[in-house]
């Protein structure tokens, strides 16, 4: 199932995307796309069995409506750096011998096509197009990347964008330069780990002002996705709606030669993953 959240900010309501491409209200069956409903396999199975019985939830005019992030009450983010050879690479770095963690506050998260801020002061606000992983069951201590997979309850579009002058020239941690307002656009869906049944395979790509910057795939990746949930699982208990960026391929601006082609304010960023949407952001001036 492909699930998303419409609405103004902060009033979103739940709805679905149907095979053929029609908006559906979910209203009428769930409260919201959250960790509780992911979590409620009866709950799932009432929005599938409408989902498959014509004229049981209603079409949704598309026209003029926002898509909000398509998750609901978010637990955490977790965020994996490095976590591909070439974007290693690109960067000069050696190749972590163990997942590399910060993390993003929920407050960070907009929807798909929500304005990006560039902060005040910034001169290095950068792109990274990535594969986020949404829990579905609670992880804790699990032993195999096997048992990872099985408690995804579906992948989404994320934007992880960063401030490299904040992250690693201010000193301290990364989180300084991956938490400013606006810096997690996600969705525009929630496709349901059924309809991903190899997330290692997964194109992802993003655009600058209409130039393709980043073409890569999540085959690329270090760690794969079921190997991250099992090693976070021995760090910190997952829960469900907790989410999970699994790390970007190479083409940041960061990578590029002098000068660096940092975002500024008019610049447009378009991206997908391939199967999971399509993210487009204007960004203006905090």
Partial sequence: MKLLRVGTAGAERPALLDRDGTLRDLSGI???????????????????????????LPALDATGLRIGPPLG???????????????????????????????????????????????????????????????????????????????????????DVSEREYQIERGGTWDKGKNCETFNPLGPWLVTADEVPDPQALPLRLWVNGELRQDGTTAEQIFP???????????????????????????????????????????????????????RQQLKAA
């Fill in 73 to 159: 009450r978010i637990g955490k983010i977790v965020c994996i750096g490095l976590n591909y050879h070439d974007h290693a690479a690109e960067a000069g770095a050696e190749i972590p011998a163990e997942p590399i963690l910060f993390f993003k506050a929920p407050d960070t998260v907009v929807g798909p096509d929500d304005t990006v801020l560039v902060p005040r002061g910034s001169r290095k606000t950068d792109w990274e197009v990535e594969l986020a992983v949404v829990i579905g069951r609670t992880a804790r201590y699990l032993e195999t990347a096997e048992l990872g997979l099985a408690h995804i309850a579906g992948y989404a579009t994320a934007h």
């Fill in 225 to 279: 996705v079921g190997e991250v949930v099992r090693y976070l699982s021995h760090f910190m208990t997952l829960y469900p709606g907790d989410v999970i960026n699994t790390g970007t391929p190479a083409g940041v601006a960061m990578g590029q030669p002098e000068p660096k082609p940092y975002l500024r304010a008019g610049d447009v960023v378009e991206l997908e993953v391939e199967g999971l949407g399509r993210q």
């Fill in 30 to 56: 769930v409260p919201d796309i959250d960790g509780d409903l992911l979590a409620d396999a009866s709950a799932l199975a009432r929005v599938r069995a409408a989902a498959a019985s014509p004229g049981v």
